[in-house]
């Protein structure tokens, strides 16, 4: 059986950044591999269209590029906010905010999202929504463990 949609594939693969010499993002081994069932959202769908036609044993190796994954870099997605309002909105402690931490927000309607605080100063508080790998390129390498029909 191959891979097409509404096929259930086991797989492993390494993310990288950029090319097959990045920086590792992620890995799925063996022993713990990735099931899907392609066609359903579960993966971008330029990844699903690199698995179709493969079968069990085959490897595959590929990028997708920013604008395939989590778009490009925004910076219109990055603010800043008065630090005292936005630890006083937020019930926050002063100390509880650190660079590098993810903030987590809410809109007024209830939507719960996150932004990377990327600065701090006595006045202000800077604060990245993009996703962290936007305007990345990624590189996919891996190896289809089994395909078999998603009704099994």
Do not use: C, W
């Amino acid at each position: 059986m191959v891979v097409d949609k509404d096929t259930k594939v086991t797989f492993t693969f390494e993310m990288k950044l950029g090319n097959a010499q990045g920086e590792q993002i992620q890995q799925v081994e063996k022993t713990k591999p990735m099931t899907v069932v392609i066609g359903h959202g579960n993966l971008f769908e330029p990844f699903e269209q690199q698995l179709m036609g493969l079968k069990a044993g085959d490897d595959f190796e590929f990028v997708l590029h920013s604008a395939e994954t989590y778009g490009p870099y925004r910076p219109e997605a990055v603010h800043q906010y008065n630090r005292h309002t936005l630890i006083t909105d937020n019930d926050l402690a002063a100390e509880d905010i650190e660079e590098g931490m993810y903030l987590p927000m809410e809109t007024p309607e209830g939507l719960e999202f996150s932004g990377l605080v990327t600065e701090i100063t006595t006045d202000t508080i800077t604060v990245d929504f993009n996703h962290p790998l936007a305007g990345k390129d990624l590189f996919f390498k891996g190896s289809v463990i089994k395909v078999y029909s998603s009704v099994e």
